[in-house]
């Protein structure tokens, strides 16, 4: 069977699934679980910008460099392409079901559902933050992609 592929979407694809996406990388590879994974935005503003540079920072607080990353939109072949498409929030839930393809394999999914105590719950967007609020993003980014290392690996 071809390995699992995770696709993380939020608004923009330059703060909360750039870092969701890092930080899955790190936690599959840290546990040895081949999966590909990538990211995506609902909106057009930012394709082929970098991350925000407080994510880059956060992210490389936690080991990982995702200067290389370049924001993309969310695309119908998407949904034919990826096991697993994880909102960052209901709002980007909703409209990720809005422009879903009718016949699609694709599971989508709130990514904080993953995790107990959290479900229908947003990773709050910390754009208009500061870099504690980015913190707060990856610490949550984290604890659902170590609840989705856990599930792929069963
Ligand atoms: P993201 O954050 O969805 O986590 O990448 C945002 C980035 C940009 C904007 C909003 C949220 N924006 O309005 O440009």
């Known amino acids: ?9 939020c608004l923009g694809n330059i703060c909360r699934s750039p870092m969701a ?3 899955l990388r790190k936690l599959s590879w840290d546990a040895g679980l081949a999966i590909t994974v990538d990211s995506a935005g609902t909106g ?16 490389l607080e936690h080991g990982v460099d995702i200067s290389g990353y370049r924001a ?7 949904f034919l392409r990826f096991d697993h498409i994880m909102a ?8 990720l079901k809005a422009i879903a393809p009718n016949r699609h394999a694709a599971r989508l999914e709130l990514l904080m559902d993953m995790v ?9 967007d910390p ?10 993003a990856w610490d949550d980014v984290a604890a659902a992609a170590t609840a ?3 599930r792929l690996r069963d």
């Open 44 to 59: 057009d503003w930012h394709i082929g910008q970098p991350p925000d540079k407080r994510a880059q920072l956060v992210a």
């Open 148 to 150: 989705l290392v856990e």
């Open 116 to 124: 107990p105590g959290r479900k229908g719950t947003a990773v709050p």
């Open 88 to 95: 960052l929030d209901p709002q980007n839930l909703f409209d």
């Open 127 to 136: 754009y208009y933050g500061d870099e504690d609020e980015f913190r707060a």
């Open 21 to 23: 996406e890092a930080a």
């Open 1 to 9: 069977m071809s390995q699992p592929a995770v696709l993380f979407v």
């Open 72 to 78: 993309r939109q969310v695309t119908s072949q998407d």
